[in-house]
């Protein structure tokens, strides 16, 4: 069969990541229910995954007229995912997550009723990681969402507010995805991709 001249199939419109996710804390799936999370909020911009991958070829004699980049002489040497969310609806449960904080009601003498005090902690404890964040995307050619998985994320951005005229701040909050001790020994990676089947 001779090569395409065109890379536009029949099943090229079924392809298309399309719009803007919606991102999800502690999802889980069951066959009744299907998947389940909570909220995080309204983004502007939308939000995005990025898992890196770092490579090393280990150098031999003889290899250096390709930089050791021989087939079979590669080691994954790390592996680290994220997602980015730009959060348009502002919440002191969203401050306080992204600043991994204590959020507790204010005192009568910091402020009036019905205010929350958010203050960064000192330390970092494994309560401060998510079970899990998902963003949930749409592809063209099927109704089953794109759903992008990390595995016990820490937001470790921090949090930057901008404000202006005729305009809402947006922040933008990055989760770094963290092992389990059980993940580490069992050589796995605390992200995954579940894909839906396009018809």
Not at 39 to 67: F, M, W
Request: aromatic share 6%; net charge negative.
């Amino acid at each position: 069969m001779p090569l395409a001249t065109k890379g536009y199939t029949e099943n090229t419109a079924k392809n298309y990541l399309i719009d803007s996710a919606t991102v999800f804390k502690n999802v889980t799936y069951a066959a009744v229910e299907g998947f389940t999370g909570t909220l995080i909020g309204a983004t502007k911009g939308g939000a995005s995954a990025k898992i890196e991958q770092n490579y090393r070829h280990p150098e031999v004699d003889g290899t250096s007229h390709v930089q050791g980049k021989v087939k079979g002489n590669v080691v994954l040497e790390s592996a680290t995912a994220s997602i980015t969310i730009n959060l348009k609806e502002i919440t002191a449960a969203a401050l306080s997550g992204g600043l991994n904080a204590t959020m507790v009601d204010a005192l009568s003498t910091e402020a009036p009723a019905g205010y929350k005090k958010i203050t960064t902690k000192r330390f970092v404890e494994a309560a401060d990681h998510l079970t899990n964040l998902a963003i949930v995307g749409t592809i063209s050619g099927s109704t089953s969402p794109v759903i992008i998985i990390i595995d016990n994320p820490l937001c470790t951005s921090g949090v930057e507010i901008a404000t202006e005229d005729n305009g809402e701040t947006v922040i933008e909050l990055v989760y770094e995805a963290h092992a389990t001790a059980a993940q580490v020994i069992a050589n796995e990676f605390p992200w995954r991709i579940l894909f839906p089947a396009v018809v």
